[in-house]
C-alpha cells in the first residue's frame, strides 16, 4: 500500500511539473530567431497569435503542436487561411496537415530531446505545412 501512496505522489507532482511548463510557455511565448508567429481564428473569427517554433524541411516552411494547449493548432485545421509573421515579415499561409511519410521525415529532421518530451507530458506530435497562399488573378 505504501507504494501506491508514493506512486500516486509522484504522479501528482509529475503532473503539476508538466501544467507549470506548459502554462509558463504559454504566457510568456519565448521568441527568437528560430520562431514564428502564427495568426489563426476561431469559429467566430477571432485572431489569435501564438509563438511557435519554426521548421523547415525540403525547403518548406512547417510548425509543429508539441504541447497539450493547443487551440491554435485546431483553429488552423478547421480554418486553415493563416497568417504569418517571421521577423518584420508577414505573409498569407495555408496551413496544410501532414501525415504518412512526410510526417516521418519531418519528425526525425527536427526531433526533440527527451528532457523536453518530459517537462511537456509526451503529447502526441502533429505538423502543419505553411504553403504561400494562392496568388488570385486580379479583375
Known sequence: MKAVKWFV????????????????????????????????????????????????SDGKLYVAANHWPRAWYRQALANPEVEVTLGEETSARVAVPVEGAEHERVDGENSLPLPFRILTGFPPRYFLRLDPQPETAAD
Open 9 to 56: 505522489i509522484v504522479l501528482v507532482a509529475y503532473v503539476g511539473i508538466v501544467v507549470a511548463f506548459e502554462s509558463l510557455l504559454g504566457y510568456f511565448q519565448p521568441a527568437d530567431e528560430n520562431t514564428l508567429v502564427i495568426a489563426t481564428a476561431d469559429a467566430d473569427g477571432t485572431r489569435h497569435e501564438r509563438v511557435v517554433s519554426r521548421l523547415e
